[in-house]
């Protein structure tokens, strides 16, 4: 036996368990409402519910609206119903800052 014969980085095999969902979890770490599984129907498409969004790093206006509403040009009527929280410069959004999307 050598002296490496010791030194492994397999360690201690465990199958790994599944996550299970936490119950009563309505919103992710950022405080956005949970989307459903994969392969698991949306109850309605985000942009109708007249949702609340939490800004994260590398968000613009345009992306959000691309994302929530599938088209990036409606950025306007996100920013219209957020100027309070935005300010007078739609291009300057802060990580954190929780944004309502209104309903198309």
């Keep these: 036996m050598g002296l490496f014969d010791f030194l492994s980085d397999k360690g201690e095999k465990k199958p790994v368990q599944p996550t299970q969902p936490q119950t ?15 392969g698991q129907p949306a109850a309605q498409p985000a942009a109708t519910q007249g949702d609340s969004y939490t800004v994260v790093s590398g968000d613009s206006l345009s992306k959000i609206a691309k994302h929530h509403y599938g088209d990036a040009s409606k950025w306007h009527q996100i920013y219209d119903a957020n100027k309070s929280t935005i300010g007078s410069n739609p ?14």
């Design 24 to 38: 009563g979890s309505a919103t992710d770490f950022f405080g956005n409402k949970a989307q459903p599984a994969a």
């Design 91 to 104: 291009d300057h959004i802060e990580v954190g800052q929780v944004l309502q999307l209104p309903k198309l």
